[in-house]
C-alpha cells in the first residue's frame, strides 16, 4: 500500500507500512506496568541518575532536582496525543505506522506483484471480435424467452429490484453456473441496456450465427413457410416481424445479416418471438433463392400495384415469401426470381403497408389456406 505526494525539496515522499523488519521494535513500545507512557522512562532515565544512585549521593539532590524540573518544562510535541504509544527513538516525533522515504519524481519504484499485473494486457483485436460477437437483449419477455431456450448463451446480466421474483429460476441458474449477474438501480441499467425501454432486465448474450441454407432445408418439414428479406434493417419492424412469424408457425428468416435479428430492439420488440425462428445466411440474396427453388419450394414475390390480388391467389404449401423494403420494395431482380407474384389489395389512400404489417396479412392467409 503507498501513497505519495511532493515536498518543497521538490522530491516525492512516498509513504510505505511499517513492518517489524524496518528496525522499529515495537515490542519496546508496550505500556509497562508501571507509571508513565511507554519511551517516556527510557529518556528520563538517561537525563537523571536512578533511585539508588541517588540515595548514595545526597549531595547532589538540589542538581537533580534542578534537572528534573528542566525536563518537566520541556516542551512537549503538540501533535502527540496521550493515547498514543510514543516511538523508543524520539527523534521523528510520535510513532506512526508508515515509513517515509524521498526520492526524485523520475526515480518511481516498480510494483513488485509476484509476477501478477494489476492490469492484464489484452489484445485489441481479441476485444473488437469479441465485441462482434456479443449483443445484449432487453425486455421482460424477451429475457425469459432467451432464459428458457438457451441460457448458455447468456454471458452477464443485469436486474432491478422489482423483476428478480420473476427471474428466480435464471438467478439460480446463473448462480449454480457462475454467471455473473448485477442488482442495480434504474439508472445504471440504462447505462448497461443503452436504452431506457429494458423493462428491469438486461442479458449480454453471445450472438446465433446464421445457418446456411443447405443446413436448414436438411430438416425443413413437408408444409414450409420461409420469409425472406431484402433489404429490411429496421429493428422494430424486424421484432415485430419475429413475432408474426412465431404466431403463424413459421421457422425460416432469410436475412442478408442474421446479426440484425439479435438486436436489443429487435429482440425486446418481438417478445420472446426471436427464440422461435431460425436465421438463414443470405448474404447472396439470389443464389439462396435459387438454392431453395432446386429444393422445391416456390418463390412468392409481393408488390403494392402489381401481381395476383392476394384475396384470389393460392399460395402452395412450401414457399419462400420475399418481401422488401417499405420505401423502395424489391429489387428488379429479386422481383424476377418470383414463381408467383401478389399484392395486397386496399383502398389506394397510401402508398404501401408497413413492412411489418404487410408481412402479418400475407403469413395469417398462407395459415388459413395451408395450416389451420
Not at 511499517?18 to 515490542?27: E, I, L, Q
Not at 524520539?90 to 518511481?108: C, F, L, M
Not at 432467451?146 to 448458455?152: E, K, M
Not at 391467389?313 to 412450401?318: E, R, S, V
Request: aromatic residues 6%; charged residues 30%; hydrophobic residues 30%.
Amino acid at each position: 500500500m503507498n501513497d505519495s505526494f511532493s515536498g518543497k525539496n521538490g522530491k516525492v515522499k512516498v509513504m510505505y507500512v511499517r513492518s517489524d523488519d524496518d528496525g522499529d521494535n515495537r515490542s519496546n513500545n508496550k505500556r509497562p506496568a508501571g507509571k508513565g507512557r511507554p519511551g517516556e522512562n527510557n529518556r528520563r532515565d538517561s537525563a537523571r541518575p536512578d533511585d539508588s544512585r541517588r540515595n548514595e549521593r545526597r549531595g547532589s539532590d538540589s542538581r537533580n532536582t534542578d534537572s528534573r524540573r528542566s525536563d518537566n518544562n520541556r516542551p512537549r510535541n503538540p501533535s502527540r496525543s496521550d493515547d498514543r504509544p510514543a516511538r523508543s527513538d524520539d527523534r521523528e516525533g510520535p510513532y506512526s505506522p508508515w515509513k517515509t522515504v524521498s526520492r526524485a519524481p523520475n526515480d518511481e519504484a516498480v510494483p513488485d506483484h509476484g509476477g501478477i499485473t494489476g492490469k492484464s494486457f489484452i489484445d485489441p483485436e481479441q476485444l473488437r471480435r469479441q465485441r462482434a460477437e456479443e449483443t445484449r437483449v432487453y425486455g421482460e419477455n424477451a429475457c425469459q424467452a432467451l432464459f428458457t431456450s438457451r441460457p448458455d448463451s447468456i454471458v452477464r446480466a443485469w436486474f432491478v429490484q422489482s423483476v428478480t421474483p420473476r427471474f428466480r429460476e435464471a438467478l439460480r441458474w446463473m448462480a449454480a453456473n457462475r454467471k455473473a449477474y448485477h442488482v442495480v438501480e434504474e439508472e445504471e441499467l440504462t447505462k448497461a441496456s443503452g436504452t431506457e425501454h429494458h423493462g428491469g432486465v438486461c442479458f449480454l448474450i453471445k450472438k446465433r450465427q446464421g445457418l446456411q441454407a443447405e443446413t436448414y432445408l436438411e430438416n425443413a418439414p413437408a408444409k414450409d413457410c420461409v420469409l425472406a428479406l431484402e433489404d429490411v434493417g429496421n429493428p422494430h419492424n424486424l421484432g415485430g416481424i419475429m413475432r408474426t412469424c412465431a404466431h403463424f408457425g413459421i421457422n425460416g428468416l432469410l436475412v442478408q445479416d442474421p446479426a440484425l435479428l439479435e438486436s436489443g430492439a429487435a429482440v425486446r420488440t418481438a417478445e420472446g418471438g426471436a427464440e422461435h425462428i431460425k436465421a438463414i445466411n443470405a448474404d447472396d440474396f439470389l443464389s439462396v433463392l435459387d438454392t431453395f427453388r432446386r429444393a422445391g419450394y416456390t418463390i412468392v414475390t409481393t408488390s403494392s400495384h402489381k401481381g395476383t390480388p392476394l384475396a384470389k391467389a393460392q399460395l402452395p404449401a412450401k414457399m419462400v415469401l420475399v418481401l422488401g423494403q417499405e420505401r423502395d420494395g424489391l429489387t428488379d431482380s429479386a422481383w424476377q426470381q418470383g414463381d408467383l407474384s401478389i399484392s395486397i389489395g386496399g383502398t389506394g389512400k397510401v402508398e404501401s403497408l408497413n413492412v411489418s404489417v404487410a408481412t402479418g396479412i400475407l403469413l395469417g392467409e398462407w395459415w388459413r389456406q395451408n395450416q389451420a
